[in-house]
């Protein structure tokens, strides 16, 4: 079982903010907080510049790594370089957090070791995402707004309670991976992180992540009942 002090989460963020992801940042964090309190949170601020002003919920309770070019990759390969727990969570900082799901990613080892063709270690394991429009085939669709000042974060956690009813006793594991996702560190020091080369956008870099999990020959997994909310696009 993975306890929360054997894991440090990771949030990129670029400091060079807007209204829309300052209000992200504040949602996810406050979804994180309340959802596993106490859990280690690196907060990677990325695209630094000369006289910034660094307001106090950067620093509050949160180590922070200061990152002067812009980029996902960067941040998150810098604040994993300094992580000293088993286990990294990295998450983008417009995803929110519904209670329990710590435990449905963290600790599920009987339905791991019953999935078939599973190996003989879970190392890497992502969230099912819920976005508030159509994405990839692998996500789910409910409408509960975004960082635009329509976010209803009641809607998005009635509609979690309601799927976790529906899928109650049906198998939660498949194949697959997307981010937010848990990894093992030795694992993640095994690939070398993210591709620094997708900076600055990052864009396609966590399909290359995936291939380089595959090619150290580890599965990722998703489990279907962990449900977690990207404003994706509206942030």
Known sequence: MIKPEDVT???P?????TPETKFALQQCLTSLKETVPGIKIILALNGIKKNIYMLPYFIDGMQTIFVQDQGQCKAVNAAAATVNTPWI????NDMIYAPGWFEKLSQNEQDFKSF???GSALRCISPQLVEPRQGAPTFLVHFAGGAGGDFDKQA?????LAQEGKNFGKHKLRTGFNLPFLIS???WDTIGGYDINYDPWGSNSD???EYKIRLAGV??????????YHFSQTS
Do not use: M, R, W
């Open 219 to 228: 599965q990722p997994y998703q489990n279907t009942n962990c449900l977690v």
């Open 207 to 209: 399909s290359d992540l």
């Open 156 to 160: 998005f956690l009635n509609f979690a």
């Open 9 to 11: 989460i990771i949030i």
């Open 116 to 118: 078939e063709g599973a």
């Open 89 to 92: 969570f990295v998450t983008n």
């Open 13 to 17: 963020h670029l400091a060079l903010e």
């Open 185 to 187: 560190k030795e694992l």
